[in-house]
T-cell receptor
């Protein structure tokens, strides 16, 4: 049973809208990550956090931002959605550096 | 050279056969290795982790690690159609503290 939750599961939104993708975990993990993945393509790390008030940009340049005010919560925000942001966004967490990650179910975002 | 490379797919095997998935990595100091399974439209699911040289078995799955040759493999015995998915290799490289994922190998098991 998944202990990391992402909402919404699917989102269709118009260009220019501000959106926040939610990610919460109940495992008390300090390490959390956001990945972007297009269908059939590889995972791209866009943001990560090693604890409260700690956030870093990942390997793929992204126009999104993240925050980590509480251990269990790691939301991702797009200030102005564009069709190029259409993708699947996956949140993950781990207890220790180098541990395997547990992934949430993902949010499939479509910007029209 | 990519840090983590997987054999290009797609890989197709008949039901009941052994599926062999391979992964090589460039950082000789890497310590932690993982295999994920990802069904189409779903999120990756951790199926195996291996940290030391040799074989690690879990049911029909066997992970093999050879640090000297810098490869890690996943064998799936008695392959089932339900094993059809993309398999991702992930490595914790020493230059960073995060996992680095390969591009994945798509496996199809034909009934």
């Amino acid at each position: 049973e998944a202990d990391i939750y992402q909402t919404p599961r699917y989102l269709v939104i118009g260009t220019g809208k501000k959106i926040t993708l939610e990610c919460s975990q109940t495992m008390g993990h300090d390490k959390m990550y956001w990945y972007q993945q297009d269908p059939g393509m590889e995972l791209h790390l866009i943001h990560y956090s090693y604890g409260v008030n700690s956030t870093e940009k990942g390997d793929l340049s992204s126009e999104s931002t993240v925050s980590r005010i509480r251990t269990e919560h790691f939301p991702l925000t797009l200030e102005s959605a564009r069709p190029s942001h259409t993708s699947q966004y996956l949140c993950a967490s781990s207890e220790y550096v180098g541990d395997g990650y547990t992934f949430g179910s993902g949010t499939r975002l479509t910007v029209v | 050279q990519k840090e983590v490379e997987q054999n290009s797919g797609p890989l197709s095997v008949p039901e009941g056969a052994i599926a062999s998935l391979n992964c090589t990595y460039s950082d000789r100091g890497s310590q932690s290795f993982f295999w994920y399974r990802q069904y189409s439209g779903k999120s990756p699911e951790l199926i195996m982790s291996i940290y030391s040289n040799g074989d690690k078995e879990d049911g029909r799955f066997t992970a093999q690690l050879n640090k000297a040759s810098q490869y890690v493999s996943l064998l799936i015995r008695d392959s089932q159609p339900s094993d059809s998915a993309t398999y991702l290799c992930a490595v914790k490289v020493t230059s960073g503290s995060r996992l680095t994922f390969g591009e994945g190998t798509q496996l199809t098991v034909n009934p």
